[in-house]
Each structure stands twice: as structure tokens, then as C-alpha cells.
């Protein structure tokens, strides 16, 4: 295809812009592209043109690449390398950043707070200002200045006798005899013990062992007739030789508790320390540092959870799934196994003697029944629950029972820190009425609203007023970003990879603003995916933000809102895979309409549109969910339609994937008899006959192995082997379909690289290297291999057609092309047959799932649900991907979809839509029916925008 003139508008001269120049990366054709610095640009195109290997693999690639090569070589060895882009120049390119959806983290001690930095700064302010209290006594812990002492001596009544004094302690390993006659050296007279002042001189008649109770004395006076100076130098004196701390005995007239009894009078005795000790228990404290509050440190830890604020245990949950069953059916789960099978026969043979009832559902039994199944009967030589899994315990050496126990397992609140993560002493400082954990466990809104009130209930010295304003700062700059893009429903304490892929890039680009960087390029890659056009607008604000702050922004993005907000739009295609990498366009969005080589173009012009499924159809059954109370859902009930595409919708943070991913999913499985690793919380479901089977299509990625790909998962690569094995040439050498695989060790793999087509390399000390097999040239097989030709082409170029191009090579295979045709038929059909499984997006992982089960052919009954499906998706693509749903519909299978695309939520046969709000104000069914029902629901944010498209 001939390079398209793209229609442009050149950037005013003073804007400088980054200059590409032959640009080839993946299969972009050689472009010439100018993007203006510190503007929103935004590159569009559909899936596969080329749009993330000119932002990523080009722009982020070259400036993350020029930013690390101007680091030291001992500082480059620490950080990833990048591959310099194919370009025959490429100018006046800034630091880059990139945002990536994948870029998530997979840690279970990443959380909201910490990827933020949030967390930084509120350990930085409880070190600073908080107040400790005493775990033990709940009392405030504190250190005492001389002038604090001073103050409260001259509160006291006029000629108040008092003494001050501090404890005999020995130094080092120098001996009581000697501590005493270094205290007589220094000019130390009297020493009150045993409620006796006696001389020093006198030792060792008075004092003949080391006591904690006895107190040297530095001065005798009386308030008021003491100068400021000399009391101050006693209590100096006093704390110096005390090892910071400093006793005052004053006067009183009677006994109290707090009074000694010295030489026959009464002394109220009054105790002060530099450091932090409880006045109550005696109890010493180290000062609060910034890692008193990690839960990354040793230091600030919980030592029971080790941090991660949770422990595994088995879960009775897990061991009875299913509490309607009796015992006699098998109701527990982990005793149905061939293996250990005898321990279930063992329990019906005593039930009998111990008024244990084997007919009745599991849930029935009694609380000492169940306690007796718990703990066994020991005299009968039956160890119960706690016997047997001790039993399993002893031998978790072996794969085998590890893995049996880690399905029983569940993670629950650690029941020491009772999930706060943190030992005992950093809970116990607290600023106002919270301590650290207790405030990350606040939602982002809540927490805002707390520090504008904390101020005023907190006293703080003159110091400390100043740090903590400077910190309050940062604090509420970066609660207000993740309240502007819409996350102010998370609570800070929300561990990152339980969110979804969009309010992780959005936490990420949360932490892009608070660092308050200008002069950079800020790379981000579908920003609204998972978003509500409410939640969008919001977005495209904060993202302004970093333009406006000086930073130049690209976005690879299909919203139709951010592309019309953008301020310079790019078009890559025409089409997908070699069809693509073209410039079609630059220039303002609104130009775009008129160009008709722009499949963008067409749709925002509404020359082409995403048509509705050709009709609606009967409803063929429903399941009824009762009570679904998980996290924000407020005790619903909801009815979902089979036969049809319902599309569940609200806000972000409303409830949807808690519903139909976390609810209904384990729910229908738990009721159907299928393995689920989640226990549903909801009542009842009904009025499941109407399926047969439920499939939970999520963006999960499908392998973790670079050696799964497209054809493997689809099982299409095995007519490919048959097909190069039943050529001549592989007949007289004897290969068979196994020659052609690079998993088989007897194939005709690369024996150096194993068939991976790439070789790491130890280096010692730094990070291992990972480059190309020299031997084969990342093609993973063996030159005889390579040398059988199928039409013209080896195995390594089969695996390196896209799927397209796949399917008219193998003209003829109609079994292949069946199956090459599902990925077509999803979009996926610029996507390289041998691309590896873990390099794909989740929108990507999420579709080749569904093609694999629109390839398998299935004829029960399914329900399919769906995460999700359109991210990534261009307009043109979601037309193929609805063409998908109405072939699975017209094989009499059901959809539930999770979705924000109004283009999909405009074809459904039905909507649930959850609200009206996020977090708390969500987990509530705003409105249910056809699309122009919905649309004609006030209260539903769903059906305002529904309204305003039409």
C-alpha cells in the first residue's frame, strides 16, 4: 500500500515538536510523524494499525532509553534496558513516563496509599506529630523538656518544699562500689533509700546493693525562692547523671498513692525522662521514625502476618461449598477425594454413638456437633478436622499434599494486628483520635475531610505546626488527584491488584501528577478502559492537569470524548497488522471527519455507526440471585434474563464485577456443581435448569509462558504440524507433527535455546540478559527444520504471518480456517499466529478465551459472563465483537456483560443498572429493562448518557 498524505496542521513555529523520522518499529511503514511538545495528543486507530508501537515502543522506548543512558554504568546495570526503536532519527525527545494497563502490580503489600506516595507522607507526619499512648495503659506516652519541668515547679504554691533527684544506675560495667565514688568525686552528698537520707560517705553501711529505688540528690528548695538558672542547671544536672531521668519529690501534708514516705515526712514523688516512657508501667519506648509505620520493615511490621495484614488457614467455607448437603451425601468436600475417602467412611461409622445425624443438610448440625466433627473423637482414634490436616501438615513436603491443602486454604485478617499490618507500638500513635492504619482505612473522600478537621482538634508546637502543614500539603494535593479522576470511593488501604486494570492505571497516573514533574512525556495507554462516560470527563480533566503543568501528553485511546478533547489527533491504519502503519491523519479532531481514508473519521463523522443485534429476542429463563451483600452491594436482589445479551452498567466502583464476577459467577458454579475458588455472598440463586454450564471470560492472561501463543491455546497449531509433515520433503526425512513443535524435547526444536528463541544470561552479580538464540536466530527450531517448506514457507514464517494473512495461506484447510476464522471473527485477526500469550492485553486475553470456546463447538447450554470485552477496541472492532455475541446468542447461549461502552449498552436485549454512585453511595439496582427504558430513568447516570447519544 502507498504511503497516505496525512492532512496536517503544523504546530505554530515557537512550539518546538519531537521529531520521527523513518520510523519502522513492528509494522509501521516508515513514517515521518511531528508531535508537538506540551500538548495533549491523542494516537487512535483501530486494533493492531500500529498505535502502540509508534507511543510505546517508539516514543517511551527512545526517551526512557536517552533519560538511562545519561545515568552512570554502575547506576544502568539496576534498570531495565530498553531496545533502541527502528528510526532513522528521532529529535528533541523529553524523559519519558510510561502508564500502562499491565503495569500493575501483582504484590500483595502494594496498596492505594503506597503507589500513590500518600503513605510516604503519613509516616513522614505521625513521626513527626503524632502522639504515642501507651498500649498497655492507653495513656499518652511523653518526653519532658527542662522548661516543660521548670513550668510545673513553678506552678506549685509559694515555699513548696521539693527535692530533685535521679535513680543510681551504674555505667557500662563499672561497679556500684565505683558508681558511688564517682557520684562522692563529683560533690553528691545525700541519697535518699529505704525511705532514709543518708550520706554517700557512709557507703557501704547505707547502701550495700545496687537498688532501683534509691535516688541521688542534686538540690533541696522551695518554689519560689529558687532562681530560673539554678533550677534549671539541677534538673540538667539531674537528668545527665540519671541517664535521662530526673525525680521530684515534693512536699505533701497526708498519704496518698502517689506520696513516699522520706526520713518521717510525706513527698509526693513526681518522675520525668527525656526519653518516652510510660509514667503508669514504667514501659520505654523507642522515638517514632518513618519506618516505625512500614509495614515493609522489621521495625514496623506485624511479626504474626509479617505486614501483609492477612494469614492463611483453612476455610470451613472451602471444606463445606455446599451447606444443604447432609454428611451422608458428602457435604465435606475435602473428605470426598478417592484418596482420603476413608476418613469420611470413618466419621458415619461413629455419628451413631455420638448423636451426630448424617441425613440432615450440614448446615442443620448443632454448634457441638460441628465442634465434635472439628476436634475428633480421640478416644475412637478419630482426629477430626484439626487431626487431619496436622496429619497432611507433616507431609506438605510432597507436591502432592501441598497442593491438596493450599484448596483449602483462605486468607483472613491476621488475628493479631487484625489486618492493620502493623505491630502493636505503631498502632499506638495516634494523631487526633486515629492511628495510621485506621486513617488508610478511610475512603479517598473521607480521608480528604478528616485532614481539613484535624488541624483544629490537634495542638501542635510551633515546629511541629510547620512540618505538618508542609506535609498536610502533599497530602491533600494527592487526595484531590485521586478524587479528580474518580477514585474517591477506594479506601487507601486497598490492596492494588484487586483493582481493576483501569483504576490501577489511574492510581498510577494519580502518582504521575503528585510528583509534580514538567518538561516530560507522559506515554498512557487507554485511560478510560473500565470507565462510565460520568467517570471519563473527569479523567480527560486530570489528565489536562499534566499538560497544563508543562509535561507533553500522549494517549493511544478510542473514546470518542477524549479524542474530540485532544488537541492534536493521530490516526494510524488504514487497517490492522500489514495493513496498517500508515499516517491517515494529524491535525485537530475536528478536521478528522473529513478525510474518508479514516476508518476514525467515519464513525466520528456518523458516516458509519456500531450497528444494534438485528433483533431482540425472547427470553429463554431467568436467575434470580437473593441478598448479594459482598462489599458494597446493599442486600439486592436481581433477576438476570438467559437467552439474551444483558449488560450489567453503572459508575466505576458501583458494584458490577463485586455482582456478577464475585457473586453470580460462584454462586451459579457453587449451585451446578463446578470448582470455584470464591465463596458467594448472597442468599439463594434460583431457576438455574435453564443452563447447562457458566464460563467466567475475564482479562486474565491466558499463559504466563512465552511458549503459548494464538494457535496453541485454539489447538490450531496442531494442523499446522500435519500440515508441513505431510509435505514430500518431510516424508523422506522422515519427520512427523512432533519434528514441527518447539514444546517436544524428541522434536526438531533449537537445542541451544530449547525451542524459547531467546537464552538468558548469567551475569554473576547483575541482572541476568536475555538475547536472541544465536544458534537459531529466534526462529526455535533446528536449519533441517527450517528447510521444509509448506507452499513456499518454513514453520518460523507460518508463526510470523498474522492471522489474516494465515487464512488465505492455507486455502483449502477448512478445519484451520474454521478456526483461524473465530479469531477474525473477535479482532484479533492482525495479532501474529506465534505472538507469545503473555505479551497480549487483557482486552486481547479476554477475546482469544472467547474464541477458543466459539471454536470449541459446545452444545450445552452456556452462560457466558463478560468482563469488560470492548478494552482496546476501536469502534470498527466492536462491530466484529458484536457479531460474536449474536452467533453465540443464535446458538442458544446467554451473555452477561460488564460494560461502560454505550455503543454495546445500546444493543443490549436487556440493562441492570447499579448506583446511582460509587463506594458506599453505589451497590444499589438503579433501573433494569431495554435500553430506552433505562434511558427514561432519572436517577441513573447510565440512562443520562444514554439520553445525550441519541
Request: hydrophobic content about 40%.
Amino acid at each position: 500500500m502507498n504511503e497516505q498524505t496525512p492532512t496536517t496542521t503544523a504546530p505554530p513555529p515557537a512550539t518546538r515538536a519531537i521529531e520521527l523520522r523513518g520510523v519502522r518499529v513492528h509494522n509501521l511503514r516508515g513514517i515521518d510523524i511531528d508531535i508537538p511538545l506540551k500538548q495533549l495528543v491523542v494516537i487512535t486507530g483501530v486494533s493492531g494499525s500500529g498505535k502502540s508501537s509508534l507511543a510505546f515502543d517508539t516514543l517511551y522506548a527512545e526517551g526512557q532509553r536517552r533519560y538511562i543512558e545519561s545515568f552512570s554504568a554502575y547506576a544502568r546495570q539496576f534498570l531495565d534496558r530498553l531496545d533502541k526503536p527502528d528510526a532513522d532519527r528521532i529529535d528533541h525527545i523529553p524523559p519519558a513516563i510510561a502508564i500502562r494497563q499491565s503495569s500493575r502490580s501483582r504484590s500483595g503489600r502494594s496498596t492505594v496509599a503506597t503507589a500513590t506516595e500518600v503513605y510516604d507522607f503519613l509516616r513522614l507526619l505521625y513521626a513527626k506529630i503524632g502522639r504515642l499512648f501507651c498500649p498497655d495503659c492507653n495513656v499518652p506516652v511523653q518526653r519532658h523538656t527542662t522548661a516543660e519541668i521548670c513550668q510545673q515547679i513553678n506552678s506549685l504554691p509559694l515555699k513548696t518544699r521539693f527535692q530533685v533527684c535521679f535513680p543510681v544506675i551504674a555505667a557500662g560495667s563499672e561497679s556500684f562500689d565505683a558508681t558511688i565514688a564517682g557520684l562522692l568525686e563529683a560533690g553528691f552528698t545525700r541519697c535518699i533509700v529505704a525511705g532514709q537520707t543518708v550520706n554517700l560517705s557512709d557507703h557501704p553501711v547505707g547502701l550495700a546493693e545496687p537498688s532501683a529505688a534509691a535516688l541521688i540528690v542534686v538540690d533541696r528548695l522551695s518554689a519560689g525562692s529558687a532562681s530560673t538558672a539554678r533550677l534549671a542547671d539541677s534538673i540538667e544536672t539531674a537528668m545527665q547523671r540519671g541517664a535521662g531521668e530526673c525525680v521530684l519529690l515534693i512536699a505533701a501534708d497526708a498519704e496518698t498513692p502517689s506520696t513516699i514516705a522520706v526520713d518521717g515526712k510525706h513527698w509526693q514523688r513526681r518522675a520525668f525522662s527525656k526519653g518516652l516512657r510510660c509514667e503508669e508501667c514504667g514501659r520505654e519506648f523507642e522515638s517514632p521514625q518513618p519506618s516505625t509505620f512500614s509495614f515493609n520493615s522489621p521495625l514496623g511490621a506485624c511479626p504474626q502476618c509479617q505486614g501483609f495484614g492477612s494469614v492463611s488457614a483453612i476455610s470451613w467455607e472451602k471444606l463445606v461449598p455446599n451447606p444443604t448437603l447432609t454428611l451422608q451425601q458428602g457435604a465435606i468436600a475435602c473428605w470426598t477425594t478417592p484418596a482420603y475417602e476413608h476418613e469420611w467412611h470413618e466419621l458415619l461409622a461413629l455419628a451413631g454413638d455420638y448423636d451426630i445425624p448424617v441425613d440432615i443438610p450440614f448446615a442443620d448440625l448443632t454448634d457441638d456437633q460441628v465442634q465434635r466433627i472439628h476436634d475428633g473423637v480421640p478416644e475412637r482414634n478419630f482426629g477430626g478436622m484439626v487431626g487431619f490436616f496436622r496429619w497432611l501438615e507433616r507431609r506438605k513436603y510432597k507436591t502432592s499434599v501441598a497442593v491438596f491443602l493450599n484448596r483449602w486454604r483462605s486468607y483472613e485478617p491476621c488475628p493479631s494486628c487484625r489486618g492493620a499490618r502493623l505491630n502493636p507500638t505503631a498502632l499506638a500513635v495516634r494523631i487526633g483520635e486515629k492511628n495510621i492504619a485506621q486513617f488508610c482505612a478511610q475512603t479517598v473522600g473521607q480521608a480528604g475531610k478528616w485532614l481539613d478537621q484535624v488541624p483544629g482538634k490537634t495542638s501542635f508546637d510551633a515546629s511541629g505546626a510547620a512540618v505538618a502543614e508542609t506535609i498536610f500539603v502533599q497530602l491533600r494535593a494527592r487526595l484531590r488527584y485521586l478524587n479528580d479522576v474518580g477514585l474517591h470511593y477506594l479506601t487507601l488501604d486497598r490492596v492494588m491488584r484487586t483493582l481493576s486494570g483501569g483504576e490501577a492505571q489511574r492510581v498510577a497516573l494519580t502518582a504521575a501528577l503528585g510528583s509534580s514533574l514538567v518538561n516530560a512525556l507522559y506515554v498512557l495507554d487507554e485511560p478510560t478502559a473500565g470507565l462510565h462516560p460520568r467517570d471519563t470527563e473527569r479523567l480527560i480533566d486530570a489528565i489536562g492537569q499534566l499538560q497544563r503543568a508543562g509535561n507533553s501528553v500522549v494517549v493511544v485511546e478510542h473514546d470518542e470524548a477524549f479524542m474530540r478533547a485532544a488537541d492534536q489527533l493521530i490516526d494510524i491504519g488504514p487497517a490492522a497488522g500489514r495493513n496498517g502503519g500508515h499516517l491517515v491523519f494529524q491535525g485537530p479532531p475536528e478536521e478528522i471527519v473529513a478525510v474518508e481514508d479514516s476508518v476514525t473519521g467515519d464513525f466520528l463523522s456518523g458516516r458509519q455507526t456500531v450497528s444494534l443485534i438485528a433483533q431482540k429476542r425472547a427470553q429463554q429463563g431467568t436467575i434470580n440471585l437473593r441478598n448479594a451483600h459482598l462489599h458494597n452491594l446493599k442486600h439486592i436482589d436481581v433477576d438476570f434474563p438467559l437467552g439474551m445479551l444483558c449488560v450489567v452498567t453503572g459508575v466505576s466502583g458501583s458494584g458490577k464485577s463485586t455482582l456478577v464476577q464475585q457473586t453470580l459467577y460462584p454462586a451459579i458454579c457453587r449451585a451446578l456443581g463446578q470448582a470455584s475458588t470464591t465463596v458467594p455472598r448472597c442468599d439463594d440463586i434460583g431457576d438455574i435448569e435453564a443452563i447447562d454450564e457458566v464460563i467466567q471470560v475475564d482479562q486474565n492472561p491466558v499463559g504466563r509462558s512465552s511458549r503459548s501463543n494464538p494457535v496453541t491455546y485454539l489447538k490450531a497449531f496442531d494442523e499446522i504440524r500435519k500440515s508441513f509433515a505431510a509435505t514430500a520433503e518431510a516424508k523422506v526425512r522422515n519427520f512427523t507433527a512432533s519434528h514441527f513443535s518447539f514444546n517436544s524435547a524428541q522434536g526438531g526444536r533449537c537445542p541451544k535455546c530449547q525451542g524459547a528463541g531467546a537464552v538468558e544470561i548469567d551475569m554473576q552479580f547483575l541482572p541476568d540478559v536475555t538475547m536472541t538464540c544465536p544458534d537459531c536466530r529466534g526462529t526455535r527450531f533446528r536449519r533441517e527444520i527450517l528447510g521444509v517448506k509448506y507452499r513456499g514457507r518454513s514453520i518460523a514464517e507460518v508463526l510470523n504471518m498474522t492471522v489474516g494473512e494465515a487464512f488465505a495461506f492455507f486455502r483449502g484447510k477448512r478445519k484451520l480456517q474454521k478456526q483461524l476464522m473465530f479469531l477474525r471473527d473477535v479482532g484479533l485477526d492482525y495479532l501474529p499466529l506465534g505472538q507469545p500469550a503473555n505479551t497480549l492485553s487483557g482486552g486481547e486475553s479476554q477475546r482469544l478465551k472467547l474464541a477458543a470456546h466459539l471454536s470449541s463447538g459446545t452444545k450445552t447450554r452456556t452462560l457466558f459472563l463478560l468482563d469488560e470485552p470492548t478494552t482496546g477496541l476501536h469502534a470498527a472492532d466492536i462491530v466484529k465483537l458484536l457479531g460474536c455475541f449474536e452467533a453465540l446468542l443464535d446458538a442458544g447461549h446467554s451473555l452477561i456483560v460488564v460494560e461502560h461502552n454505550l455503543d454495546v449498552i445500546r444493543a443490549a436485549d436487556h440493562l441492570i443498572d447499579l448506583g446511582p454512585d460509587a463506594g458506599d453511595g453505589g451497590g444499589e439496582v438503579v433501573a433494569t429493562g431495554p435500553p430506552a427504558v433505562v434511558a427514561g430513568v432519572a436517577a441513573s447516570l447510565t440512562g443520562r448518557y444514554l439520553r445525550k447519544s441519541t
